[in-house]
């Protein structure tokens, strides 16, 4: 009775090949894994997130670069720079969390109408009052 059931399981699909990857089959591209949600959720309920940290750390970094008492002045500046460098690198990461990106911000003129652009063609024959009176003119 089994080997019937397994053999009309067999006859019935339509692929040859055994195994493999499927198309859309497995965890989804960026998803959390269940441990990975813990992690988070740890972390939330304790106030810290990671932009958080980042923040932090990045004040610490910037408060050490600026309050560097070495005396020989090549290596303080050296340290400085390094220092600097790391805070940034920090804040590059922390940044599109904190600000929009422009490209994201809608741009309209006064009044919310589309923004006007245009082009003055001034003849060098006239004179600055005569090119002010005609920049006036114009909408």
């Given at each position: ?8 399981s ?19 591209e960026?998803?959390?894994?269940k ?17 958080e ?7 610490e ?5 600026t ?6 002045a ?8 390094k ?9 590059k990461?922390?940044a ?18 589309p ?8 003849p ?16």
């Amino acid at each position: 009775m089994i080997e019937n059931n397994q053999t009309k399981s067999k006859k019935t699909t339509t692929t040859k090949t055994k195994g493999g990857a499927r198309q859309g089959a497995g965890r989804k591209e960026g998803s959390l894994t269940k441990r990975t949600r813990e992690i988070a959720e740890i972390a939330v309920n304790q106030g810290i997130t990671p932009l958080e940290v980042m923040i932090r750390t990045m004040q610490e970094i910037l408060d050490e670069a600026t309050n560097q008492d070495h005396q020989d002045a090549a290596v303080m500046a050296e340290n400085r720079i390094k220092l600097l460098n790391m805070a940034a690198n920090i804040a590059k990461h922390a940044a599109p969390y904190m600000h929009p990106r422009l490209s994201a911000i809608e741009h309209t003129g006064k009044d919310g109408a589309p923004l006007q652009s245009g082009v003055l063609v001034v003849p060098s024959a006239m004179s600055v009052d005569e090119w002010e009176q005609a920049a006036q003119t114009k909408p």
